[in-house]
């Protein structure tokens, strides 16, 4: 016997050790060597991390796909692994030797750090694999990998190496994102722009050859920053060449106040007119536009700071070329290794002593900090490792625009379009421990020898020195057959590479590239399809796309589903300072993984961002719930699997329509998975479940399986009943995968015995057993007593009150299907009775069922004319509610203000007031 209630908890555990016995997940399976393969690679999660609410959407979608795909009888490989994560994982452990008041990593040095960062990954590194193991994600957990593994190590020195020979990568000086407390370069996406309220400083730059006097602007240009401090590595002053103003002054000098140092002002399309004072400062080693207008007329870029973001200026011979000796230099020069801050302060005070910052404004603006450090990043001219993404780009570039991949919604094209015809060179360098460290060697005399090995790399280095007449070859091979030597020849580069370098790699290196000792690279390379998230299409999508295409000539996925953001339920983004953060584990411990996942799947709207609510949570649990209640009736009426049993020979109209549903349903969430419409998928499931079968044809059942007579009528509908929730729980498994297992186990125990667990259940394909005359019938009879209940409802009927119903004008047809259904009709419907007529009775609602005229006689139940006033009252509100929402939204300075949630909100209080008029405008027409 069924138990009474599902229990979740009870359950997952066990589902999965039943899963993992049976090795369901695993690729390869001796019965599918020759299925056709289909393959998706993980986003490799953060080994710090755990479990959010974006991994939980991102793996329920992927997890959909690789289980609907399984069940169509294909090879499946969906790749697991995590990703090192080199900032949070140096963080994670450096806070953790902390706290335990141990060593810091400088103190313990760089082998012995590493070593703890191994022991931390061995016993912490694994909690967000066993967390997604609880969603139920069906990876082959056999080939989990690690953007650290031998393997994968072993691909990205072999990658490196051959893009530093095909000059590819190189080193150059550049300006990156400095994170000053963590003391490294970091990507864009490590970046968080955050709204500050600052200031906007204006500073008189007196012209060169004019005597200065602020009240005569014809001896001075001013400026305006939001970074004082940052005036100290000015080289230049730009003005648009077309400034009406100030186009004048191009070609002439301004003398750089406190320094002394002569700065050009230069024609610049940078320069807009109408912002600001019209002239911009340039300080092309502390800002990457003033870098690009550097670049375009070669200014020299002066850093005026060091790693740590303080003031570097004794002994910088950048900074005091030019520099005019003087009181003001020397108390400039005072403020070295002073902090940024506290010098922007002092610099302001100096201005204004000198009267030349005529004006300070406040002045809200971005400001880059770093996502793990918080701190304000710093725009910073360093050495650093690059790779030639322009270069790289193109064949990716190529590949969508010819349509070997494609991107799903297609308009994320644009976006990775627009990324790369804009690429800019891609640094790969950061200044950490823990990552893969960067192959290259440097020598005393300047040599630079990138290898996949220290023994290449001392190999390189002799024959470079024997070249170079450093050694002569007697020296150099007595050197080589030294390895104690090797240590004083050659320096390793202490930095490592950036973690979307490794990542880059990811579709073709698990897959056992470059060792091609794996089967599975020629098998599931290209990838079939890649679910990620639309905010990095470029640093990990495009990257993917370049790296794939470079080393294995092909693509490496065919389609790309890009999926939106999961929101808070007022459609705020998910942060700890809102304090709306959704934790997916305790959904899951109050609501079950399935309802969960359901729920995401069923918001999951292409291009449209999910609103997540824990009501919705709860209302796809009460869906659980439906079904095993449903299965529990069925149980309790005996309804048992029957030998043979064939949907095709079925003679109850009853039974052929539910079969025909079924075959409609199938096709319909075949086609949306296909389509990678998940929310259609789900959608059609749903009432098909809920509506069809759990509401209608239980319903409709029951006087044949309650009933006192045996007979075919009741065996053949115990059998269908039997089989539809077995097809119902094919048709739910990719969706909600624990309940429907566990209810296929329940259900083998009856009948004949089961091939194989659900997991690998072939995918339910009835086309061709659409029944049009049985859909004819049963879907009249359905929509009839829908729309009865409808028109109750909106006119405020009785609940228990019993109505006559009227069909007018009917034909034969109609009169027989009504005839058929009379008692089911009366009883589900509460009709007191059918009749049939040329005309509608007065003061009657009537309906169009079908092309067939419908009427309820209201009089005596209803107050026709208390409705028709309550209804245009209703009417009149929401009228009222549509424009006091659209008076804020045809407000450009609301719409530009307004938290993007709220306008969102009465976008939507808009639309729900929309809706309700035409309803009540419905029930009004049917009282005229």
């Not at 005026?304 to 520099?323: S, V, Y």
């Not at 796309?545 to 470079?550: A, E, I, N, R, T």
Request: with cysteine.
């Amino acid at each position: 016997m069924m138990e009474k209630t599902f229990d979740p908890a009870a359950v997952e555990s066990r589902i999965a050790k039943l899963w993992d016995d049976a090795q369901a997940f695993r690729a390869g399976r001796p019965e599918r060597v020759d299925a056709p393969p289909y393959s998706i690679v993980i986003p490799p999660p953060n080994v710090t991390g755990s479990l959010h609410m974006g991994h939980a959407f991102n793996n329920t979608l992927q997890d959909i796909l690789a289980r609907f795909e399984r069940m169509r009888g294909k090879d499946v490989l969906w790749q697991p692994g995590t990703d090192h994560a080199g900032i949070a994982t140096q963080m994670v452990v450096e806070r953790q030797l902390a706290e335990r008041q141990q060593p810091g990593r400088r103190e313990m040095g760089r082998e012995a750090f590493l070593a703890r960062v191994w022991e931390w990954k061995a016993e912490s590194g694994g909690t967000i694999v066993n967390q997604l193991k609880r969603i139920g994600a069906s990876c082959d957990w056999s080939r989990e990998r690690f953007t650290m593994d031998e393997g994968l190590s072993k691909a990205v020195l072999k990658v490196f190496v051959e893009l530093h020979r095909q000059g590819l990568i190189y080193k150059d000086k550049r300006l990156v994102n400095w994170d000053p407390q963590l003391l490294t370069a970091i990507s864009d996406i490590e970046v968080q722009q955050i709204e500050v309220k600052g200031h906007l400083w204006y500073f008189n730059y007196p012209l060169q050859g004019e005597i200065y006097d602020p009240e005569n602007a014809d001896t001075f240009i001013t400026v305006a920053t939001t970074r004082p401090e940052t005036m100290l590595g000015d080289v230049a002053v730009a003005v648009h060449p077309e400034n009406e103003r100030l186009k004048h002054l191009i070609g002439r000098n301004a003398v750089l106040p406190l320094v002394g140092r002569i700065i050009p002002i230069v024609g610049d399309d940078y320069a807009d007119p109408e912002k600001g004072t019209g002239a911009v400062k340039i300080t092309p080693a502390h800002d990457f536009n003033d870098f690009e207008v550097g670049r375009r007329h070669n200014l020299l870029p002066i850093n005026i700071l060091d790693q740590e973001a303080k003031l570097l200026l004794q002994g910088n011979a950048d900074f005091l070329e030019g520099a005019a000796a003087g009181a003001d230099l020397d108390a400039v020069l005072a403020m070295d290794g002073a902090e940024r801050f506290a010098a922007r302060k002092q610099i302001v005070a100096m201005m204004e002593a000198r009267n030349l910052c005529p004006k300070i404004e406040p002045n809200v603006h971005t400001v880059p900090h770093g996502d793990r450090s918080g701190v304000v990043i710093e725009p910073w001219l360093t050495d650093q490792w690059y790779v030639d993404a322009k270069t790289l780009a193109q064949p990716a570039l190529a590949a969508v625009r010819d349509g070997r991949t494609r991107f799903v919604p297609k308009n994320y094209e644009k976006t990775y379009f627009d990324w790369l015809e804009n690429i800019q060179p891609w640094c790969i360098s950061r200044q950490l421990w823990w990552g893969h460290q960067i192959p290259a060697w440097y020598s005393a005399w300047g040599g630079v020898y990138v290898e996949e090995s220290e023994e290449e790399a001392v190999a390189a280095a002799l024959a470079d020195a024997v070249t170079r007449e450093v050694y002569d070859d007697v020296e150099a091979g007595r050197i080589a057959q030294d390895p104690d030597q090797w240590k004083l020849l050659l320096t390793r580069d202490e930095d490592v590479l950036d973690t979307w370098f490794s990542s880059a790699l990811w579709p073709f290196s698990t897959l056992g590239w470059p060792e091609d000792k794996d089967p599975a690279l020629k098998r599931f390379y290209p990838t079939s399809v890649l679910v990620t998230g639309f905010d990095i299409i470029f640093f990990w999508v495009a990257r993917m796309m370049m790296m794939g295409l470079h080393f294995m000539g092909e693509i490496p996925f065919h389609d790309i589903y890009m999926h939106a953001l999961v929101r808070d339920e007022k459609g705020a983004k998910m942060s700890k300072s809102k304090g709306n953060v959704i934790d997916p584990l305790n959904l899951i411990d109050t609501y079950g993984a399935d309802a969960l996942r359901f729920t995401l799947a069923a918001m999951a709207v292409q291009g449209r961002d999910i609103k997540l609510s824990t009501q919705r949570v709860e209302g796809y649990r009460n869906f659980a719930t439906k079904l095993w209640n449903a299965s529990r009736f069925a149980e309790m009426n005996g309804c048992v699997r029957t030998a043979g049993f064939d949907p095709a020979d079925v003679k109850e109209t009853l039974n052929k329509w539910i079969v025909g549903e079924l075959a409609q349903a199938s096709a319909e969430v075949t086609a949306a998975i296909e389509a990678y419409k998940f929310n259609e998928a789900a959608a059609a499931a749903y009432r098909f479940v809920w509506n069809i079968f759990c509401d209608w044809y239980v319903e409709l059942s029951k006087p044949v399986l309650q009933g006192d007579e045996d007979g075919p009528a009741k065996a053949e509908t115990r059998a269908t009943t039997a089989f539809l929730i077995d097809e119902i729980a094919k048709l739910l498994h990719p969706f909600m995968p624990f309940i429907t297992e566990e209810l296929w186990a329940i259900k083998g125990e009856d009948g004949p015995q089961r091939e194989s667990i659900l997991a690998l259940a072939p995918w339910p394909d009835f086309s061709g057993l659409e029944n049009p005359a049985a859909e004819a019938e049963l879907g009249f009879v359905v929509d009839l007593i829908s729309e009865i209940r409808s028109v109750r409802s909106e006119m405020n009927v009785p609940a228990g009150a019993q109505m006559p119903l009227v069909l007018v004008g009917v034909d034969a047809d109609v009169r027989r299907r009504a005839g058929l259904w009379d008692a089911t009709i009366k009883r589900l419907a509460r009709a007191s009775d059918i009749s049939f007529a040329d005309v509608a009775p007065p003061e009657s609602a009537q309906m169009i069922v079908r092309g067939t005229v419908a009427a309820l006689p209201l009089a005596g139940v209803v107050d026709i004319a208390a409705e028709k006033t309550r209804l245009m009252k209703e009417i009149a509100k929401e009228e009222g509610e549509v424009r006091k929402v659209d008076a804020k939204l045809n407000n450009a300075d609301f719409v530009r203000r307004a938290p993007e949630e709220v306008v969102e909100e009465n976008r939507e209080r808009r639309e729900d007031a929309l809706s309700r008029i035409g309803k009540l405008t419905a029930a009004l027409e049917r009282l005229q």
